[in-house]
């Protein structure tokens, strides 16, 4: 090991307790650290060292994140950083790609931690022809070590960690050899679950075949109501975005009346730019039944916070989250007419017993202050702050927050 490795692995090695989550989070900023050095070290060293320091962090920060807190996902982010420099230093260096097979199926099947795939697509380069089919031919020996397939009633098995491995590293060499049937054999499975769907369709999309994408995009999109499909329908939307835009916008409309919400009102909006007209009257009547949703889309989208006042009142919102976004956004239109508002948040507010809800409401409180000052409601948010001191007299943080905020 030479100088980068002793800058870089004092960063990243620690003898520390790392349970405590402030501990670790530290720690793993000093591996980012140590980190940031290895990529500027990347152009002007020698390749063989780079790779050298490259291999040794990744060992010793798969050792850390195995006995730490890392309940913030620093220490993963260090990880995964390394995990991508890993096969692009290989590369550089000219590793013997029998060792670097040996390495991957180690740190697979036999790792301190089992929560970090490799890819061999990005190993590829460093592999070659020959290392791939080397790679394949492992993986196949572990197949062959397997017993039968578990069914849906017992999934419980002893290989259930293999058999995760093999399935992910099944895909990714199916794109690597841009196998359209090995893609869908291996990414669709067997059609029951959206997000599969989507799945084949963005390996499609890796491999620069746009139609298919699109066409297995659009069938994730028609799987179901549920959550994954609308997630598939944004990712079919941004194909087509990215590759036929003149669709974009009849798909925008689809998803919209399919999943009406502020969202994909939104992205309608967007879509139809200057033909918005031709969509506002039909899209706040179907948004009509989601006072939340059409309220949020009117303040957000359309920025009409006195369109959204009407909607509120007159489809009865009883979201207190978008009555505080209400609040804020019409008071420069009517600053009087949002105080209401504010009393019923503050009491909602003081339903909870703590200091956070406290301190909460007594901000709320000054601002109806400053709202009112000068004007014929002062005395009566002044009687307010009066009524609500005596109701909760019981309440001594209470009364200690109003003093902080200067209340009378």
Request: aromatic share 6%.
């Amino acid at each position: 090991m030479t100088s980068l490795a002793d800058t870089v692995l004092p960063l990243v090695r620690t003898r520390a307790d790392l349970h405590r989550w402030s501990a670790a989070s530290e720690h793993g900023r000093q591996m980012h650290e140590a980190i940031d050095v290895l990529e500027a070290a990347l152009p002007t060293t020698d390749p063989s060292e780079v790779y050298a320091v490259v291999h040794a962090a990744l060992a010793s920060a798969v050792k850390v994140i195995a006995r730490a807190d890392d309940s913030s996902g620093i220490i993963g982010d260090a990880c995964h950083r390394l995990l991508t420099l890993h096969p692009m230093a290989a590369a550089s260096a000219g590793v013997a790609p029998s060792n670097l097979v040996d390495w991957m199926m180690k740190f697979q099947f036999d790792g301190d931690v089992d929560y970090f795939p490799i890819d061999p697509i990005a190993y590829a380069p460093a592999l070659g022809d020959e290392g791939v089919r080397a790679y394949r031919k492992r993986l196949d020996a572990v197949r062959a070590t397997l017993g039968p397939e578990p069914t849906e009633s017992n999934r419980s098995v002893p290989d259930r960690h293999e058999r995760w491995v093999l399935d992910w590293n099944d895909r990714r060499l199916a794109v690597l050899e841009r196998d359209v049937e090995a893609i869908v054999r291996t990414h669709a499975r067997d059609r029951k679950v959206a997000a599969w769907l989507q799945d084949t369709a963005q390996a499609f999309e890796e491999i620069g075949e746009i139609d298919l994408a699109i066409d297995w995009a659009r069938q994730a999109t028609d799987h179901g109501p549920g959550h994954q499909s609308l997630k598939a329908a944004d990712y079919w939307c941004g194909l087509l975005t990215r590759h036929r835009p003149a669709e974009l916008l009849a798909a925008r409309e689809e998803v919209f009346r399919r999943w009406p919400s502020a969202t994909t009102a939104t992205r309608l909006h967007r879509a139809a730019g200057a033909s918005w007209h031709d969509y506002h009257n039909d899209v706040l009547a179907a948004l009509a039944a989601r006072p939340d949703q059409s309220v949020l889309f009117s303040i957000d989208t359309l920025n009409d916070p006195s369109l959204a006042w009407e909607q509120a009142l007159a489809l009865g919102l009883d979201d207190d989250r978008v009555w505080a976004d209400l609040a804020s956004a019409y008071e420069p239109v009517d600053p009087l007419a949002v105080l209401p508002i504010h009393q019923r948040l503050v009491e909602h507010e003081l339903v909870n017993a703590d200091a956070h809800h406290y301190r909460l409401a007594a901000r709320r409180l000054v601002k109806m202050r400053k709202l009112a000052a000068g004007t014929d409601q002062a005395a009566d948010v002044d009687a307010l702050i009066a009524g609500l001191r005596d109701t909760h007299r019981r309440r001594p943080r209470l009364q200690q927050e109003f003093d902080r905020a200067r209340l009378p």
